[in-house]
């Protein structure tokens, strides 16, 4: 699956270039999705103090909405300032769809000679009995589960049938060491959700859980933002170099939202 040069591909080789069988990142450029329906109606729903999340289809399925298409346009117009030899080797996105989505517009706006990767690693954390169901809804339909979550915190709080913080950062844990066991790129952008934007901090920054659950406290990752890490021998520990910037939306005349999930992340 090599291209014939650094900066060409074949038919066969899904889009990647041969910088990509090399071993060692140096760049991780994290994109949080633009805005989904899910994300309006999750948002509409805490508003409105209702119980239920009115989505159109599962969580893998939502799309993107009107202003995170524009958004996604924004982010590739952006990206596609990148100089060539700066620019990521591979793009890999969650396969939900409005991630999925995010990075396809992105891409193509870019004008960037690429096919977007999908890996079932970078989905966002699964909520089990407790999809679809605002703060409220939870509370009063399964109060159990509400006082647990209290008590445990975001971290290791697992709902029936879906999964804990912790269960994330293992998914993670395991996409970084194929970065550096099987070589995804020098540079390599991933498309995917704002907690697993957190996780990936917790992961590569070694926080503690008190530092995670403080920025997730303060902190929202906005949509169609961009998280930089890098680390330019391409082994050792990883740096932060840029979080959650959305400038190029507002520069571009797009609308910058949040959709914040329940910012009640500390255990009790």
């Known amino acids: 699956m090599k291209g014939t040069s650094a900066d060409s591909t074949s038919a066969d080789d899904g889009g990647l270039t041969e910088a990509v069988q090399q071993a060692g990142a140096v760049e991780l450029l994290l994109i949080r999705h633009g805005e989904s329906e899910g994300n309006v109606a999750a948002t509409e729903a805490r508003e409105a103090g209702v119980e239920v999340i009115e989505v159109p289809a599962r969580d893998a399925d939502v799309n993107l909405s009107g202003?995170?298409?524009?958004?996604?346009?924004?982010?590739?117009?952006?990206?596609?300032?990148?100089?060539?030899?700066?620019?990521?080797?591979?793009?890999?996105?969650?396969?939900?769809?409005?991630?999925?989505?995010?990075?396809?517009?992105?891409?193509?706006?870019?004008?960037?000679?690429?096919?977007?990767?999908?890996?079932?690693?970078?989905?966002?954390?699964?909520?089990?009995?407790?999809?679809?169901?605002?703060?409220?809804?939870?509370?009063?339909?399964?109060?159990?589960?509400?006082?647990?979550?209290?008590?445990?915190?975001?971290?290791?709080?697992?709902?029936?049938?879906?999964?804990?913080?912790?269960?994330?950062?293992?998914?993670?844990?395991?996409?970084?060491?194929?970065?550096?066991?099987?070589?995804?790129?020098?540079?390599?952008?991933?498309?995917?959700?704002?907690?697993?934007?957190?996780?990936?901090?917790y992961v590569l920054e070694g926080l503690s859980e008190k530092e995670l659950l403080d920025l997730a406290a303060r902190e929202a990752i906005l949509n169609a933002s961009l998280t930089k890490f890098v680390r330019p021998s391409g082994v050792g520990p990883w740096t932060l170099e840029s979080f959650n910037v959305a400038d190029h939306l507002a520069e571009q005349g797009v609308e910058v939202t949040q959709h914040a999930g329940d910012t009640s992340v500390r255990p009790r």
């Not at 709080?157 to 395991?174: I, Q």
């Open 67 to 201: 202003t995170g298409r524009d958004q996604a346009k924004a982010l590739g117009t952006a990206l596609g300032r990148i100089a060539e030899q700066f620019r990521p080797d591979t793009v890999v996105s969650s396969p939900y769809a409005r991630a999925r989505q995010t990075a396809e517009i992105a891409v193509e706006t870019a004008g960037w000679p690429l096919q977007v990767r999908t890996d079932e690693r970078l989905r966002d954390r699964e909520l089990g009995i407790l999809d679809r169901l605002t703060r409220l809804g939870v509370e009063n339909r399964y109060p159990g589960e509400s006082e647990r979550r209290d008590w445990l915190g975001k971290l290791y709080y697992r709902p029936p049938g879906g999964e804990s913080w912790a269960d994330v950062a293992l998914r993670l844990r395991a996409v970084l060491a194929e970065l550096n066991s099987t070589g995804m790129g020098q540079r390599v952008m991933l498309v995917c959700h704002d907690a697993v934007i957190m996780l990936f901090r």
